[in-house]
């Protein structure tokens, strides 16, 4: 089996973590290819290895399996290096909440052994995809949990005229607005008092940012909707993010969002239980009553 493992520099307590995971790797035989920028910083920690290296998403599509080692932000990024390929990938845990890199350290050895027996599932997840007159993001024009428009340089709010498959439906006075996935319901979406959604729920959700008009208020529709947008503000430039990737745009781009035609497989092993996952990251439930 080929591993391709995703990582970027971690603290000096994650180091023997690390070590362990390779000896595994190295005892099961498996074929192992590291991000390249990864594999640079575990050889200044000393940390060497035989291992081959990736830098590209062609390089990495001949793994079997994807392993993101680090927090929510690197399993998004490793996404973005995955693509079309449809490769499974699994979270380890190395950060701080780990919604979606869900499996914890001291569960890495057993998660190696589940794949090697066969014995986990793969959830689909709905990426997000950015259509516009320009490049925005070097060709990697999809997400997993959000889009965002975002006003710039200025403390005025901005007007971000929606519409769903060309139809009006509003005109959102706000410091911004998110279209988020089911997956990127937990987060920013979330914070802004979207909804929570399950993520086979083949729904986007539209989500003002801080809106001056207290009733709008974020709304759920269908996936298979293409949501454009047309902006307006005192600023010439606004920003846009994808997951964690931003760009400042001028006022007069052409803005729109759809489902992508391939999807994320995320790796649930054993025990897995995305309720269960709700209530343990979000708290849900804690009260000094009970």
């Given at each position: 089996?080929?591993?391709a493992?995703?990582?970027?520099?971690?603290?000096?307590?994650?180091?023997?973590?690390?070590?362990?995971?390779?000896?595994?790797?190295n005892k099961?035989?498996?074929?192992?290819?590291?991000?390249?920028?990864?594999?640079?910083f575990?050889?200044?920690?000393?940390?060497?290895n035989n291992f081959?290296?990736?830098?590209?998403?062609?390089?990495?599509?001949?793994?079997d399996?994807?392993?993101?080692?680090?927090?929510?932000?690197t399993?998004l990024?490793?996404?973005t290096?995955?693509?079309?390929?449809?490769?499974?990938i699994?979270g380890?845990n190395?950060?701080?909440?780990?919604?979606?890199?869900?499996?914890a350290?001291?569960?890495?050895?057993?998660?190696?052994?589940?794949?090697?027996?066969?014995?986990?599932?793969?959830?689909?997840?709905?990426?997000?995809?950015?259509?516009?007159?320009?490049?925005?993001?070097?060709?990697?024009?999809?997400?997993?949990?959000?889009?965002?428009?975002?006003?710039?340089?200025t403390?005025?709010m901005?007007?971000?005229?929606t519409?769903?498959?060309g139809e009006?439906?509003?005109?959102?006075?706000?410091?911004?607005?998110?279209?988020s996935?089911?997956?990127?319901?937990?987060g920013?979406s979330?914070?802004?008092?979207?909804p929570?959604?399950?993520p086979?729920?083949?729904?986007?959700?539209?989500?003002?940012?801080?809106?001056h008009?207290?009733?709008?208020?974020?709304?759920?529709?269908?996936?298979?909707?293409?949501?454009?947008?047309?902006?307006?503000?005192?600023?010439?430039?606004?920003?846009?993010?994808?997951?964690?990737?931003?760009?400042?745009v001028p006022?007069?781009?052409?803005?729109?969002?759809?489902?992508?035609?391939?999807?994320?497989?995320?790796?649930?092993?054993?025990?897995?239980?995305?309720?269960?996952?709700?209530?343990?990251?979000?708290?849900?439930?804690?009260?000094?009553?009970?």
């Open positions: 089996m080929k591993f493992i995703h990582g970027r520099p971690v603290n000096d307590n994650s180091l023997k973590f690390i070590k362990e995971l390779f000896s595994v790797l099961k035989g498996a074929k192992v290819s590291l991000f390249s920028p990864f594999a640079n575990l050889d200044k920690k000393g940390i060497s081959e290296t990736y830098s590209t998403r062609e390089e990495m599509g001949e793994a399996i994807v392993l993101s080692l680090g927090g929510d932000g399993l990024e490793a996404i290096y995955i693509g079309d390929h449809e490769i499974p699994l380890i190395m950060g701080r909440l780990g919604f979606l890199a869900a499996t350290q001291e569960d890495a050895e057993k998660a190696i052994d589940a794949l090697y027996n066969k014995a986990y599932k793969t959830e689909d997840r709905t990426l997000i995809k950015v259509v516009s007159d320009d490049d925005l993001f070097n060709g990697v024009n999809f997400g997993l949990n959000e889009f965002t428009i975002l006003k710039r340089d403390s005025s901005i007007l971000v005229h519409y769903i498959d009006y439906l509003n005109s959102y006075w706000a410091d911004g607005l998110i279209v996935t089911p997956t990127g319901s937990t920013y979330l914070s802004c008092g979207g929570l959604v399950l086979q729920s083949n729904n986007f959700i539209i989500a003002p940012v801080s809106p008009n207290l009733n709008v208020r974020p709304m759920v529709v269908s996936d298979n909707s293409i949501i454009s947008f047309q902006i307006e503000g005192r600023s010439k430039h606004f920003l846009v993010s994808l997951d964690s990737r931003s760009k400042s006022a007069d781009i052409k803005l729109a969002v759809k489902k992508e035609d391939f999807k994320v497989k995320l790796i649930s092993l054993k025990g897995y239980n995305y309720l269960q996952t709700l209530r343990s990251k979000l708290n849900w439930g804690l009260d000094m009553r009970n």
